[in-house]
């Protein structure tokens, strides 16, 4: 199908019901496999009821029946050629293929009229207008075809009926009234029965872009519903969707994550000396940071409430999980955003954070790493803040060790440790 797009809540058929070219293509390819399949039963059904009237040339005009039965099995055999092509055939193409096989067809039974004795003009122009009626009801051409082959076989056989000259005044005005009417018939039928085929798909394609749409509104319903409007991470409800299926492939043995819980130091002074407005800047500029120093698609960041912050992200080992944690605090420390207001020695925006190791197989709930990694939080606010601890074993439930920041064996100091020291 094109790529352009189709607004189908305002398209409308046109004269000949056509659809837009945009729209017209999308038409032939959804119904191209049903088009070929009627088109081939259609085909095979004709084949043998038009050469059934070899029959009838025997026993009504077998002078002639020789050239019927000639033409008529060489008209099968373009028959059964177009049979074998139409499934490779474009769609325009195939329509206009069909539309010049039933000109054909309709020309033999015009001769055996024209030729025929006058006794039984009836029967050759009964089968006439058979064959007339079959490409437009049974193989169901477009309408544009089927009007041009509806025009073609009324002025060939109102020629053939005034021009023929052994034939009296009032059979040829009977025949031509019943050409006209069986003609003018065949256009309202062919014409109704397009419009039907035509405005059911039409109105199907609204269906299913209606369907559609609210699938994409409800899926971006439900990622509003789990995105934090001020900082656009996820939120709480994010995490709770999100970290149950974490544990259950920790669970599995498949992965090993960390939890870390991250609180903004001191906010709460920061929010009344600068303001609200200037409290959801730095919680804005702090998610964005956090967001940078994660990796994107497979970290998660939500804000859990307030001034808090959950990041969860894979990792191998706790020492990984401890560094990478590190990281996120000294980021926000790097954005040195002024915090005037605290009651410590340093003068910018810092957070401290409780770091949850999951490793791989572990039996424990969301409940549980949450609450190990809020006491970690605790720690490391109770040790300074502005730092990362671990969650205890034993205590914090999740086989960490030690919690107090250490590198090479002893304690390190953190950054804000030396703008305290300043």
């Given at each position: 199908?094109?790529?352009?797009?189709?607004?189908?809540?305002i398209e409308r058929l046109?004269?000949?019901?056509?659809?837009?070219?945009?729209?017209?293509?999308?038409?032939?390819?959804?119904?191209?496999?049903?088009?070929?399949?009627?088109?081939?039963?259609?085909?095979?059904?004709?084949?043998?009821?038009?050469?059934?009237?070899?029959?009838?040339?025997?026993?009504?005009?077998?002078?002639?029946?020789?050239?019927?039965?000639?033409?008529?099995?060489?008209?099968?055999?373009?028959?059964?050629?177009?049979?074998?092509?139409?499934?490779?055939?474009?769609?325009?193409?195939?329509?206009?293929?069909?539309?010049?096989?039933?000109?054909?067809?309709?020309?033999?039974?015009?001769?055996?009229?024209?030729?025929?004795?006058?006794?039984?003009?009836?029967?050759?122009?009964?089968?006439?207008?058979?064959?007339?009626?079959?490409?437009?009801?049974?193989?169901?051409?477009?309408?544009?075809?089927?009007?041009?082959?509806?025009?073609?076989?009324?002025?060939?056989?109102?020629?053939?009926?005034?021009?023929?000259?052994?034939?009296?005044?009032?059979?040829?005005?009977?025949?031509?009234?019943?050409?006209?009417?069986?003609?003018?018939?065949?256009?309202?039928?062919?014409?109704?029965?397009?419009?039907?085929?035509?405005?059911?798909?039409?109105?199907?394609?609204?269906?299913?872009?209606?369907?559609?749409?609210?699938?994409?509104?409800?899926?971006?319903?439900?990622?509003?519903?789990?995105?934090?409007?001020?900082?656009?991470?996820?939120?709480?409800?994010?995490?709770?969707?999100?970290?149950?299926?974490?544990?259950?492939?920790?669970?599995?043995?498949?992965?090993?994550?960390?939890?870390?819980?991250?609180?903004?130091?001191?906010?709460?002074?920061?929010?009344?000396?600068?303001?609200?407005?200037?409290?959801?800047?730095?919680?804005?500029?702090?998610?964005?940071?956090?967001?940078?120093?994660?990796?994107?698609?497979?970290?998660?960041?939500?804000?859990?409430?307030?001034?808090?912050?959950?990041?969860?992200?894979?990792?191998?080992?706790?020492?990984?999980?401890?560094?990478?944690?590190?990281?996120?605090?000294?980021?926000?420390?790097?954005?040195?955003?002024?915090?005037?207001?605290?009651?410590?020695?340093?003068?910018?925006?810092?957070?401290?954070?409780?770091?949850?190791?999951?490793?791989?197989?572990?039996?424990?709930?969301?409940?549980?790493?949450?609450a190990a990694a809020d006491?970690?939080?605790?720690?490391?606010?109770?040790?300074?803040?502005?730092?990362?601890?671990?969650?205890?074993?034993?205590?914090?439930?999740?086989?960490?060790?030690?919690?107090?920041?250490?590198?090479?064996?002893?304690?390190?100091?953190?950054?804000?440790?030396?703008?305290?020291?300043?």
């Amino acid at each position: 199908m094109g790529s352009a797009h189709i607004d189908v809540e305002i398209e409308r058929l046109g004269p000949l019901l056509d659809f837009s070219p945009a729209l017209g293509r999308r038409y032939e390819a959804d119904t191209c496999f049903g088009r070929v399949r009627h088109l081939r039963l259609s085909m095979l059904m004709g084949i043998l009821c038009y050469n059934s009237y070899d029959l009838i040339s025997f026993l009504v005009f077998p002078l002639l029946a020789t050239e019927s039965i000639f033409l008529r099995l060489l008209m099968t055999g373009f028959a059964l050629a177009a049979y074998l092509a139409v499934p490779k055939l474009a769609s325009r193409m195939r329509e206009t293929l069909m539309l010049a096989i039933m000109i054909g067809a309709c020309t033999i039974p015009l001769v055996m009229f024209w030729s025929g004795p006058v006794n039984d003009v009836a029967i050759t122009f009964v089968d006439y207008l058979l064959t007339v009626v079959f490409g437009v009801v049974v193989l169901q051409l477009r309408f544009p075809a089927a009007t041009l082959l509806i025009l073609l076989a009324c002025s060939g056989g109102e020629y053939a009926v005034w021009l023929r000259p052994d034939l009296s005044y009032e059979l040829r005005l009977g025949l031509s009234l019943q050409l006209t009417i069986a003609s003018l018939f065949l256009v309202l039928s062919s014409w109704l029965l397009q419009k039907s085929l035509r405005e059911a798909y039409l109105t199907n394609l609204r269906e299913i872009e209606r369907s559609r749409q609210l699938e994409v509104a409800r899926q971006s319903l439900a990622e509003l519903s789990m995105t934090d409007v001020l900082t656009d991470l996820g939120n709480r409800r994010c995490l709770d969707d999100a970290l149950p299926g974490w544990l259950e492939e920790a669970r599995s043995g498949t992965k090993s994550f960390a939890v870390v819980l991250a609180d903004v130091d001191h906010f709460k002074a920061f929010n009344d000396h600068y303001g609200h407005l200037a409290g959801d800047t730095c919680l804005r500029r702090i998610g964005a940071a956090l967001r940078r120093v994660t990796r994107q698609g497979e970290d998660l960041v939500v804000r859990y409430g307030g001034e808090e912050f959950v990041i969860l992200f894979k990792t191998a080992s706790e020492a990984v999980a401890f560094q990478r944690a590190n990281d996120l605090v000294n980021a926000i420390f790097a954005l040195a955003i002024a915090h005037d207001a605290r009651p410590d020695n340093v003068s910018r925006v810092t957070i401290s954070a409780g770091l949850a190791f999951v490793p791989a197989s572990t039996q424990t709930s969301p409940h549980a790493v949450i609450a190990a990694a809020d006491v970690a939080l605790y720690r490391a606010k109770h040790a300074g803040r502005g730092r990362v601890a671990l969650a205890f074993d034993g205590e914090d439930s999740l086989g960490g060790r030690e919690v107090t920041l250490r590198r090479s064996g002893s304690v390190a100091r953190t950054p804000m440790d030396l703008e305290r020291s300043r």
